[in-house]
Structure formats: structure tokens, C-alpha cells
């Protein structure tokens, strides 16, 4: 754990699935105290309570929120109940905050039937969470002075941001926004020595991505492309996650590193 005996947090945005789950236990191994927030239905919560009880065997905390990220006092609440618990404790801070939210529309924006085109409410739903949110959840932890000199906030991304991929466009949208608040944010609190980044994972097998169209032909695609023969994992950016998460890793701010094993070096 870095930085001598303070209590280390990681606030993960989406950790009952995907990245943000092997996030939580890679940091867990880490030594990292977890507080997870996931939008589940009851049948994920026997998934959950293997999560934070694969997290507490590891001798740490996990505080977990089944609550929607992109609503306002929902969001507002569970950083008020983690300001408390750090409190309680007698001190730490949030040196992860890592956004890795995936509910968007995956409807085309003009192609096809008109009543399936994406309507105003689903491109605004999909950019709030997935983009949008991020800024929120920053400005609220700043405002409670949880993010200090060394945290780190870094934000899924992929390809999508300058890419098209059928169906993806509300997503795409997104993601290009998301990589722009990446970079504004960087700059905005650079001088309190928190760092902003965005990890542009390569295709992985996700919840996430199964509900993408095509996503079975993309699979086999970045497969025979990626130099290594195979899909990025969820461990591959977990453990990235965990490097970014190191005092090392200071001076790497308002980028968007590429972790997908060079699938796209090949056309
Ligand atoms: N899978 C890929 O190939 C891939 C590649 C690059 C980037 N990404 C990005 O990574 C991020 C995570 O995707 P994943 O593939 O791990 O997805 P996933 O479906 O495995 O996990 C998504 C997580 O987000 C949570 N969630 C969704 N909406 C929420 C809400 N409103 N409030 C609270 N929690 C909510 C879910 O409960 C779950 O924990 C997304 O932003 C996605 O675009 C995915």
C-alpha cells in the first residue's frame, strides 16, 4: 500500500461486473479498502456477496451501493456515507476513484427503421452515465476533500471514441465526451496533484459487450488481429489499474493509454 499507514480507498463506479469487479479485487489484493456502487437487479446480488467476500478475505473493507451512479442525490448519499466511514475510521482517503459504468443505448442514430432510431432521451440517458457522471462524482468527492495529492481517477474508454461501430453511436458519443472531461479534469485539478487518466481497453468479454450487435464477429476479428491471439481480459486492465494506482505513476496525467495488447496495430 502506498503512502505509509493512511486507509487507502478505491471508489469503483461499476463494481459488481467487467472492470470495475477485477478491479475491486486486484485492488483488494492490493491492499486497497473497496466501495463499490453496481446497478443490480436481485438476481446479480449472490454475484456481489462473492465480490465483497472475496474482498474481506483479503483483510479489507468493503462498502457496497446497489444505487444508480447518474442520479444526483443517490450519488451525493453514498459519498456522504463513505466521508462517514472514513470518519469513523480515523482517517484515509479515496486514491482510486475509477469510473467503469456500461448503460447505454446501442440503437443506430438514422439507419434502419425510424422507430428504432436513438431517441433524445436514450442519447442523453447514455451520455449522463457514461460520460457526464464522471464529472459529477469528481466534483462531489473534491468538495468533501476525498481526492488529495496522489489520487488517481481514471475512466473506461474504448475504441468507440473515434471509431464507428454499428449501433454504437450514442456510446461513441460518450466515450468522446468522456475523453474530453478526462482531459479537462486533468488540468483542473493537476495542481492538486491529482491525476486524471482514461484506459481504452481493448474488446473484452463482458456483460457489457455480449449486448453489443456483432459482438460475436468483433470477438473473432480482434482475436486473429491482436498480436498475442487473443481478447484483452478484464486481469489484463485490472492490473494496469493496480500500476496506475502506484506513487510511480504521478506524472502520467490526462492521457488515454491504449490497453489492448496492440490489437489495433493490424488492420
Ligand atoms: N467490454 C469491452 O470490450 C470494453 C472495452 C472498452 C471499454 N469498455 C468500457 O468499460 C466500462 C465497463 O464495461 P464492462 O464491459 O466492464 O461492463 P459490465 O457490464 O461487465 O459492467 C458494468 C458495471 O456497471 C454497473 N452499472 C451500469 N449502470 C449503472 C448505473 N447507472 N449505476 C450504477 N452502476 C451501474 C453494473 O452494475 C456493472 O457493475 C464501460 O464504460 C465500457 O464502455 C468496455
Redesign the pocket.
Known amino acids: 500500500m502506498a503512502d505509509g499507514d493512511e486507509r487507502q480507498w478505491a471508489l469503483i ?9 477485477a478491479a475491486a479485487r486486484d485492488l483488494a489484493r492490493r491492499g486497497f479498502d473497496i466501495c463499490g ?4 437487479r436481485r438476481a ?1 446480488m449472490a454475484h456481489v456477496s462473492e465480490i465483497t467476500a472475496a474482498i474481506e478475505a483479503e483483510g479489507r473493507t468493503a462498502l457496497f451501493f446497489n ?4 442520479d444526483h442525490e443517490k450519488r451525493r448519499r453514498v459519498l456522504d456515507a463513505l466521508a462517514a466511514r472514513i470518519a469513523e475510521d480515523g482517517g484515509g482517503r479515496v486514491r482510486v476513484l475509477m ?6 443505448s446501442l440503437t443506430p442514430l438514422v439507419s434502419g427503421e425510424p422507430s428504432q432510431w436513438a431517441t433524445p432521451a436514450q442519447l442523453e440517458m447514455t451520455l449522463n ?2 460520460a457526464h457522471s464522471l464529472v459529477y462524482w469528481v466534483q462531489d468527492a473534491v468538495a468533501r476533500s476525498l481526492l488529495t495529492t496522489g489520487s488517481r481517477v481514471l475512466a ?4 468507440g471514441s473515434t471509431r464507428v461501430l454499428p449501433g454504437y453511436g450514442a ?1 461513441s458519443a460518450a ?1 468522446a465526451a468522456l475523453e474530453a472531461h478526462v482531459r479537462q479534469l486533468a488540468v483542473e485539478l493537476g495542481g492538486g496533484g491529482v491525476t486524471v487518466n482514461a484506459l ?10 455480449r449486448k453489443i450487435p456483432g459482438s460475436e464477429w468483433m470477438a473473432e476479428q480482434v482475436t486473429q488481429r491482436n498480436p498475442s491471439g487473443r481478447m ?1 481480459t ?1 486481469d489484463d486492465v485490472a492490473r494496469v489499474v493496480g500500476l496506475l494506482a502506484t506513487d510511480e505513476a504521478q506524472w502520467i496525467t490526462g492521457t488515454v493509454l491504449e490497453i489492448n495488447g496492440g490489437e489495433d496495430l493490424v488492420v
Open positions: 463506479l461499476g463494481a459488481s461486473s467487467g472492470f470495475g469487479e456502487v453496481h446497478l443490480d446479480g444505487t444508480n451512479a447518474a469510473h467503469s459504468l456500461a448503460f447505454g452515465v457514461m473506461m474508454t474504448s475504441a456510446v466515450k481504452r481497453a481493448g474488446v473484452t468479454d463482458t456483460p457489457a459487450f484483452t478484464t
